[in-house]
């Protein structure tokens, strides 16, 4: 655990490249959050979200730019390197086991042992207290992941994730799929973690869930930067125009939540 070890303030991404062969996934892409901030990476298929946040998280190191925690710039070539920062991420699959219950996935490559065994009653406790902090709604910590809905399912995977005490939480389309109260209930999550003094990367192709709680909106549009919107300040419309060019808003000053 790295609760003793202050968290970052703020995480910087300057120039990020990236290229596959002849095609050019990221040009010269910026991206900034800060702690107790949600932040919203919107655009088209094909736009670089997936790329951005697998550079991020070291499944795909930057051909080129710099990655700065509170402007000390930082090295991530593999996934090892970002969990050492405390970045986690949460991918759409969830690479949850669904024969394990909650508390065993919660847990797993993790565990707490005890006089040569594994610590069931420290880890079912903490995993209580880790479900009441995220006001999550499990029946219990010993249920199955595979008789969970999508919505805790989800829930698992986050507060897996929160295990190794990260300061950046990436979720990755969290909302894809999922019926109206379960989509609630995650966008209810993303707001528990803003609360925690996380900093919260939320990739989604639905403009209504990032309005509803992202503080932030940052569209790319073929593999680059093209608005960094504040919610309170910017329309549906706006945005959907960024995402599909329409408006082309790269050389423009953004209007950035950076300053608040």
């Not at 991206?31 to 990476?41: F, K, N, T, Y």
């Not at 847990?107 to 069931?120: A, F, Y």
């Not at 709680?213 to 930067?225: E, F, K, M, T, Y």
Request: glycine share 10%.
């Amino acid at each position: 655990m790295r609760a003793e070890t202050p968290r970052p303030g703020k995480l910087s991404m300057r120039g990020i490249s990236k290229r596959f062969g002849a095609v050019r996934a990221l040009i010269d892409v910026d991206l900034d959050v800060r702690a107790g901030e949600v932040v919203a990476i919107v655009g088209d298929n094909g736009a670089g979200k997936s790329t951005l946040i697998k550079v991020l998280a070291g499944v795909h190191p930057a051909d080129s730019g710099t990655i700065l925690f509170d402007d000390a710039p930082v090295t991530i070539d593999d996934p090892t390197d970002a969990r050492d920062l405390g970045i986690a991420t949460v991918f759409q699959d969830l690479a949850l086991c669904d024969n394990l219950d909650v508390v065993s996935n919660l847990w797993l490559g993790r565990e707490l042992r005890k006089g040569g065994g594994l610590d069931e009653v420290e880890m079912e406790q903490r995993s209580w207290a880790l479900m009441r902090e995220l006001s999550a709604k499990i029946p219990s910590v010993r249920t199955p992941v595979a008789e969970l809905s999508g919505g805790q399912r989800q829930t698992v995977a986050v507060a897996r994730s929160l295990i190794g005490d990260p300061s950046i939480v990436i979720l990755d389309e969290p909302t894809a799929a999922l019926g109206i109260s379960q989509t609630a209930e995650v966008l209810n999550l993303i707001e528990r973690l803003r609360e925690r003094g996380l900093g919260v990367i939320l990739i989604s192709h639905s403009i209504a869930d990032v309005q509803a709680v992202a503080d932030r909106i940052v569209v790319l549009r073929l593999g680059r930067n093209n608005g960094d919107f504040r919610v309170a300040d910017v329309s549906s419309e706006t945005i959907i125009a960024a995402i599909t060019g329409a408006t082309d808003v790269r050389r423009r000053p953004l209007r950035t939540g950076t300053d608040r």
